[in-house]
């Protein structure tokens, strides 16, 4: 089964664009996953439990980086991703 996610990272932090940059760059680094960023959120496209495995190791390792972020996400099924 496929899934859709939105995710967006808030570094409570003065200098927030480092641990944000380096989450998206740690998502892009799976072949596993289609990884769409813009100015708002990441989307986060594939296999239901490979993408939600990978993105809750990568939250795990902002949060042991940066104890102080939040995460804002949402899960849809299916692939919803823009058409290329």
């Known amino acids: 089964m496929q899934i859709s996610i939105e995710i967006s990272l808030y570094p ?9 940059s380096a ?3 740690r998502l892009k680094s799976y072949s596993e996953l ?3 960023g813009n100015t708002m959120s990441t989307q986060v496209y ?7 495995r990978i993105v809750n190791t990568e939250m795990q390792r902002t ?4 104890p102080k972020a939040a995460f804002v996400m ?11």
């Open 23 to 25: 989450f998206i760059e």
């Open 74 to 84: 949402k899960v849809l099924n299916g692939d919803l991703s823009p058409n290329e």
């Open 63 to 66: 949060h042991q980086q940066y």
């Open 34 to 36: 289609k990884v769409i």
């Open 12 to 20: 409570l932090q003065n200098d927030y664009i480092p641990p944000i």
């Open 46 to 52: 594939g296999e239901y439990e490979t993408a939600l």
